[in-house]
């Protein structure tokens, strides 16, 4: 028996974008499935009642994966593959496997041989990267800095010396509760004339995106961060 297919569906950033996020290819594909990983089913039937699946949420067979999940745990999240049943991996927001757990799953599913499909979906990194005229050729992505304040401080100095050495720019998230935080210590510790785009709630109704140096930040109204999805670029260049 052929394994089957694992398809990578990304989901909306935003409450009410999915049609103006998702193609219908990629919707098509995530009605036609009955088998999904997922970060959290609740989260996850919810997007698919979205979709307009077909079928009766509580049929659908979902296996979880998140940051809990054990490594021995993943041959039974790939078992559904091998007997030949198609999946779709969902992340909570997003392209699944980008700063998300399912890459492990992908990475499994290519040394047993099962082919990986990407959807079309948004990136909150990649229209970040793209609203902050920083290096669009040359770029990084650094997850989430240390919540500590001496660490974050040295996180964001060697991000600062990166950047400015490599001429690449630097993208890190925050939790929404540490937005205010982490803007702070950016405006504090960063040179004057560094750049900083923060990109809040990227295609939903309080999306909003500001780009300026660090001096014109100083001078500038704090940006209202706290509970928001956030990408932060910084570009020292």
């Known amino acids: 028996m052929s394994s089957g297919i694992l398809y990578l569906i990304p989901v909306p950033l935003a409450d009410d974008t999915l049609a103006s996020v998702l193609p219908a290819d990629a919707l098509a594909v995530a009605r036609t499935l009955t088998h999904f990983v997922v970060e959290a089913p609740k989260t996850a039937r919810a997007h698919l009642k979205l979709f307009g699946t077909p079928h009766e949420l509580r049929s659908l067979t979902m296996g979880e994966l998140n940051e809990h999940t054990k490594d021995g745990e993943l041959a039974g999240l790939l078992a559904p593959l091998l007997s030949g049943h198609d999946v779709g991996l969902m992340s909570e927001a997003g392209c699944p496997g980008v700063a998300d757990p399912g890459a492990r799953l992908v990475r499994l599913a290519h040394a047993r041989g099962v082919r990986v499909v990407p959807l079309v979906g948004p990136s909150a990194?990649?229209?970040?990267?793209?609203?902050?005229?920083?290096?669009?050729?040359?770029?990084?992505?650094?997850?989430?800095?240390?919540?500590?304040?001496?660490e974050r401080m040295t996180a964001i100095r060697n991000l600062e010396a990166s950047s400015r050495k490599e001429k690449q720019a630097e993208l890190f998230i925050e939790t929404p509760y540490r937005n205010d935080a982490l803007f702070a210590a950016l405006v504090q510790h960063c040179s004057p004339g560094t750049h900083i785009t923060v990109a809040r709630e990227l295609t939903g109704a309080g999306e909003w995106i500001g780009s300026r140096t660090v001096a014109e930040w100083r001078r500038a109204p704090k940006p209202e961060l706290h509970k928001r999805p956030t990408v932060f670029v910084l570009s020292a260049d």
Request: charged residues 10%; glycine residues 20%.
């Open 125 to 150: 990194i990649l229209l970040a990267l793209m609203a902050s005229g920083a290096n669009g050729q040359k770029f990084r992505f650094n997850g989430y800095l240390p919540a500590g304040d001496g």
